[in-house]
C-alpha cells in the first residue's frame, strides 16, 4: 500500500474505515517526556497539572529485576471530550457511562525495559480538579480492538484541603474581649473535643456554649464551628466487618469537635471563597493547554495507585438506557459504520461500530435526556462518508444521518496523519 500526499493509508473498497492509527498518532503526539533519577525520589507536574511522585524504590522492571539506571516517564493528559473523542479514550466502565474529570496515561521504562510497580506497594499522584465533583479513581484497560474500559479501583477522590482551620480575624485579640485560649501557639483554632469543656472568661469559669452566649448577648460576634476528626472510609467494608470505634475513639478522639471564629472571618471566608470560585470558573472558560494559572489549580487529594497505565477521574452517570434508531439510506445497508458519541453536558465519550449488515440500525444503552454529538463514519462502494448531528437522547429517537462524502483532504483536516481510509 502506498501513502498518499496526505500521509493516508488508502485500503480497498470493500475494507471498512480503520481511525485506530489516528487515535494512535494522536497519543503518541500528546506525549509528555520526562526523565527520573534512580536513586532518589523525584516528582514530576505534567503541563495541565498531574503531580506524581516517583519513587524507584517501589518500581522493578517487568522481568522483576532491579531499576539500574535512569527513569524515562511518559505522561499524557486528557482534559476534554475532544481529547477523549481523538485518542479513541472511551468514559465507560462494564457498560455504565462515566463522567470524566481527567483521564490520564503514566508509563516507565529503564534502559528501553517497562516499568511496574511492586506488588503490594504504590505511588502516590495527585490529580487537579477539572470538575466540582466527587470523582473515584479508575484503571484503563484497552481490549484488541483498541476499546477502552474502565475498573473502578474502589478510592474515592476528595478535594484537598488548601488551608488549615484559622482564626482568621484580623485582630484576633478582638475588641470584644475574646481570650487567647481559644488559639494555639501557633495562632490557629484550638479545637475543644466536647462543648462542655471548660474555660476561665474574664476569671469567671464557664464552658464553651456559655462563653458564646455571653459574647453574643448583644450582638452576634461568634460562632461555633464542627470538625469531623476521624478519617472517611474510603473503602465498602467486606461482610460482617465492622469498623473499629474504639481504636478511632482512642487514636482521635471524638467524631464531632469544635472550634471557635469570628463571624467576620466567616464573613471573609466566604467572599473568598466565592471569588476564587468565579475566578477559577473563568480560567478553565478560557483554558488552552498551559495557560491555566497555576494559583488557581485545585488538586484531590494524594491517591496511591498500584498499577502504572491509563488511569481516569471518573463518576459514574446514572441515566436511564435508551435505544437509538438510525434511520439509514438503503445504499447503506451493507455498510459497517464506526461512531463516537461526544457528550456536550460532561466529559464523556461512547465509541463502537455497527455492522449494518447483521445488526440492527440501532445505538444501544446510551443515557436519556443528554446532549450529544454523534460523529460517525462510513464506507459505500469505496468512498468515504461522514456524519455529524447533534440532539437529545430520547425514547423513540429516530435519528437520520446526513452522511456526506468525505475528501481525504478533509479527513486530514480532522484527523491529521496516519488514518486508514
Not at 479508575?138 to 483498541?146: E, I, T
Request: with cysteine; glycine share 4%; charged share 25%.
Amino acid at each position: 500500500m502506498a501513502a498518499t500526499a496526505f500521509d493516508t493509508v488508502k485500503l480497498l473498497p470493500d475494507q471498512p474505515i480503520d481511525i485506530a492509527a489516528y487515535n494512535n498518532a494522536y497519543v503518541e503526539n500528546s506525549t509528555q517526556h520526562f526523565t527520573a533519577s534512580s536513586k532518589k525520589i523525584s516528582i514530576i507536574k505534567a503541563a495541565k497539572g498531574l503531580k506524581l511522585t516517583v519513587d524507584p524504590n517501589v518500581l522493578e522492571k517487568e522481568n522483576g529485576n532491579v531499576v539500574d539506571g535512569m527513569i524515562a516517564v511518559s505522561i499524557i493528559e486528557l482534559t476534554t471530550s475532544e481529547e477523549l473523542f481523538k485518542s479513541n479514550a472511551a468514559t465507560v466502565s462494564d457498560g455504565r457511562l462515566l463522567a470524566s474529570g481527567g483521564s490520564y496515561f503514566i508509563g516507565m521504562e529503564c534502559n528501553g525495559q517497562r516499568l511496574r510497580i511492586k506488588k503490594n506497594r504504590s505511588l502516590q499522584v495527585e490529580f487537579p480538579v477539572l470538575k466540582e465533583n466527587e470523582m473515584e479513581l479508575f484503571y484503563g484497560q484497552r481490549d484488541a480492538g483498541n476499546n477502552m474500559n474502565w475498573v473502578s479501583a474502589g478510592i474515592n477522590l476528595e478535594q484537598k484541603q488548601q488551608e488549615q482551620i484559622l482564626f482568621t480575624d484580623s485582630n484576633k485579640y478582638s475588641d470584644f474581649g475574646l481570650p487567647a485560649f481559644a488559639l494555639t501557639k501557633e495562632g490557629n483554632a484550638k479545637i475543644f473535643p466536647t462543648l462542655n469543656e471548660k474555660v476561665y472568661y474574664y476569671e469567671t469559669e464557664m464552658t464553651i456554649k456559655k462563653l458564646v452566649d455571653t459574647i453574643n448577648r448583644r450582638k452576634t460576634r461568634i460562632y461555633i464551628d464542627t470538625v469531623y476528626m476521624w478519617p472517611k472510609q474510603n473503602t465498602a467494608l467486606k461482610p460482617g466487618q465492622r469498623v473499629d470505634t474504639n481504636f478511632l475513639y482512642n487514636v482521635y478522639g471524638p467524631p464531632k469537635q469544635f472550634v471557635l471564629k469570628t463571624c467576620k472571618a466567616m464573613e471573609e471566608e466566604i467572599a473568598r471563597k466565592a471569588k476564587e470560585k468565579m475566578e477559577r470558573q473563568e480560567a478553565i472558560e478560557k483554558w488552552q493547554p498551559r495557560s491555566l494559572a497555576g494559583q488557581l489549580q485545585k488538586y484531590y487529594t494524594p491517591s496511591n495507585i498500584r498499577y502504572l497505565g491509563w488511569i481516569n477521574c471518573d463518576m459514574y452517570q446514572n441515566n436511564t438506557p435508551t435505544e437509538v434508531e438510525l434511520d439509514l439510506p438503503i445504499t447503506f445497508n451493507k455498510s459497517s459504520i464506526q461512531y463516537f458519541i461526544v457528550f456536550n453536558s460532561i466529559n464523556g465519550l461512547i465509541s463502537g461500530t455497527l455492522d449494518v449488515v447483521n445488526e440492527k440500525k440501532t445505538l444501544l444503552s446510551l443515557p436519556a435526556n443528554q446532549s450529544i454529538t454523534l460523529i460517525a463514519f462510513t464506507k459505500n462502494n469505496g468512498q468515504l462518508f461522514h456524519c455529524k448531528e447533534e440532539f437529545v437522547i430520547q425514547k423513540n429517537k429516530i435519528v437520520k444521518p446526513d452522511f456526506k462524502n468525505i475528501s481525504a483532504e478533509e479527513m486530514s483536516k480532522i484527523f491529521g496523519k496516519n488514518v486508514r481510509i
